[in-house]
């Protein structure tokens, strides 16, 4: 993190900058899309968005930790002890929750949404399978609703009515990594998409298990992929519809994350639903073309924008 930044933010405390900079290194490593958003924010907004990406990631670590020595139980303790250490404000010890705690005092963060969070990580370490719509937006309202929902008072919004919007956003893109990663989710023994939605198209986990060996798609888990892309779809065009409603200085930032992962979506579809062995991404020169009209409309929104309202308790 660039010192300017910690200097915009008004972060002076040296361990505090640390916290900060541990932060923004995951998010560069582990989030490019993601960051590269970011980078279109104004910068005394990029380390609080940092900060709240270094505590997913720092728990989504816990839960996908690859050693194999480590048990269901011993994940669950890990993640038991990191929201003791965020309920009580004790970061000795972690190097991102500094950072975060700082971000969810200063933006003024519900510490429910946290807890929500760290409710679905739970759910990682024993759920496997979700029977239906209900049971897997439960799960998401905590990994991918809730972070819009955090994100929102670091981005300012005109109107008070962003939330649905924010959090219908974080949903999509959730969404998307289920479709784009079901072949690596069945890796970990992992099904992101309801059961029964699966069922009405004659698939069930032991076809999508076949798909994966033979690393094709058969045309019964085609057609319930490409039912899927357009449930996924249909929550982008929602939550478009918030952008207006958010500060003019986030709305390039927005703009270009939705466009961004909704064309994961496109090239799903490019592939023909071919998720086995095949990961859809979006290329590098696309993501610098659209990153670089979003800096242009950023710097431009920048230039004009007055401040925006905090949200509270979304």
Same mark, same amino acid.
């Given at each position: ?57 720092? @728990?989504?670590? #816990?839960?996908? *930790?690859?050693? &194999?020595? /480590?048990?269901? =139980? +011993?994940?669950? !303790? ?65 990994? @991918?609703?809730? #972070?819009?929902? *955090?994100?929102? &008072?670091? /981005?300012?919004? =005109? +109107?008070?009515? !962003? ?83 958010? !500060? ?67």
């Amino acid at each position: 993190m660039t010192r300017a930044e910690l200097d915009a933010a008004g972060i002076t405390d040296p361990a505090l900058r640390q916290s900060y900079q541990r932060c923004r290194e995951l998010n560069a490593e582990h989030g490019r899309t993601f960051f590269l958003a970011t980078r279109l924010l104004a910068p005394d907004q990029r380390p609080a968005v940092h900060a709240l990406y270094g505590f997913a990631r720092r @728990a989504d670590d #816990i839960v996908d *930790q690859r050693d &194999p020595r /480590l048990t269901t =139980v +011993d994940r669950e !303790a890990r993640l038991d002890r990191l929201a003791r250490q965020f309920a009580t404000a004790d970061a000795a010890g972690d190097p991102v929750l500094a950072a975060v705690l700082h971000t969810a005092g200063m933006y003024r963060i519900p510490d429910r949404l946290f807890d929500a969070f760290l409710a679905s990580m739970r759910m990682d370490l024993r759920i496997t399978d979700y029977p239906d719509r209900t049971a897997l937006d439960r799960y998401v309202y905590g990994s @991918a609703e809730v #972070i819009g929902l *955090q994100l929102l &008072p670091i /981005l300012g919004v =005109v +109107d008070a009515a !962003a939330a649905p919007y924010a959090a219908a956003l974080g949903k999509a893109f959730q969404l998307t990594n289920f479709l784009r990663d079901v072949d690596e989710d069945l890796a970990r023994d992992r099904v992101y998409l309801p059961a029964d939605e699966l069922a009405a198209y004659g698939v069930d986990r032991e076809l999508l298990s076949w798909c994966r060996q033979h690393r094709r798609v058969e045309p019964r888990v085609r057609r319930a992929l490409a039912a899927q892309h357009r449930i996924t779809r249909d929550i982008y065009e929602y939550a478009r519809g918030g952008i207006a409603l958010l !500060a003019p200085r986030s709305r390039p930032c927005v703009t270009t994350a939705l466009l961004l992962y909704s064309e994961i979506l496109d090239r799903i579809e490019d592939n023909d639903f071919e998720v086995f062995g095949r990961r859809a991404t979006v290329g590098t020169g696309r993501r610098i073309r659209v990153g670089t009209l979003g800096m242009l409309r950023a710097w431009r929104a920048r230039r004009s924008s007055v401040p925006a309202q905090l949200v509270e308790d979304p």
